[in-house]
């Protein structure tokens, strides 16, 4: 990096913007195969939090390499970088005193622990979306298992990439066995409990 290139210090400091908001900043960082619900969740979660008036935002795989991450692939190299970008913005959002759900497939533990160092201590909250290959593939949301499966797409986490499920996410999700708006429920209690939002609101 430059020598001439110096961080300026913020007039409005993190703690600032979330007194104003009245909640903490953090990630929402949800990993899981392809139709495991990452994005299903994420939104769900989001809905469920705009109603109490948290200010939060998602971030979504498919829809971020389409802007800032257009010109990366799949190959090993472009997932880390993609990966990479998308926690830098997320700590952006979250310096900024909002809340961030990610929901990228984010296969790599390596590339998801790099992203939680980027963060202070309980900033950084790893939601897997448990759900077996199998129930996935039974989904086939996109149709991409089949395509994968008839070769057609190389590199398919779950087919031919492998998937690393974290080992101490800060909440694991069943998807399989309750609706979305349950799932959702279980992010929102946490968040309650551990102080990240308010625990007067009720959830319409
Ligand atoms: N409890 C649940 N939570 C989330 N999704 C669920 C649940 N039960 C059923 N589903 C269904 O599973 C599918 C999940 O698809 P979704 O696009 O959210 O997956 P994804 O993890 O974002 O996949 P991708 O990585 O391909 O974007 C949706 O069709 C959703 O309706
Ligand atoms: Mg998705």
Redesign the pocket.
């Known amino acids: 990096m430059s020598e001439h290139i110096v961080w300026h210090p913020a007039a409005i400091t993190k703690a600032d913007r979330q007194n104003l908001n009245r909640h903490k900043s953090f990630v929402l960082w949800f990993t899981?195969?392809?139709?495991?619900?990452?994005?299903?969740?994420a939104n769900e979660v989001d809905r469920q939090l705009f109603s109490i008036g948290v200010r939060s935002y998602v971030l979504?795989?498919?829809n971020v390499r389409h802007g800032l991450n257009k010109g990366l692939g799949f190959s090993i190299e472009d997932r880390v970088e993609n990966i990479r970008r998308i926690g830098e913005v997320s700590r952006l959002f979250v310096d900024s005193g909002q809340v961030v759900l990610t929901?990228f497939?984010s296969p790599f533990r390596e590339d998801r622990d790099r992203v939680r160092q980027l963060f202070e201590p309980g900033e950084f909250i790893e939601v897997f979306?448990d759900c077996p290959l199998e129930v996935c593939e039974k989904?086939d949301?996109?149709g991409?298992y089949e395509k994968a499966r008839r070769g057609e797409i190389r590199e398919f986490t779950g087919i031919d990439s492998p998937y690393e499920a974290p080992l101490d996410p800060e909440l694991k999700?069943d998807?399989?066995s309750?609706?979305?708006e349950?799932?959702a429920k279980q992010v929102i209690r946490y968040l309650q409990n551990n102080g990240m939002i308010g625990l007067e609101s009720q959830i319409p």
């Open positions: 899981g195969l392809s139709g495991s619900g990452k994005s299903t969740l979504d795989g498919d929901a497939i979306a989904r949301v996109k991409l999700i998807t399989t309750a609706s979305v349950e799932c």
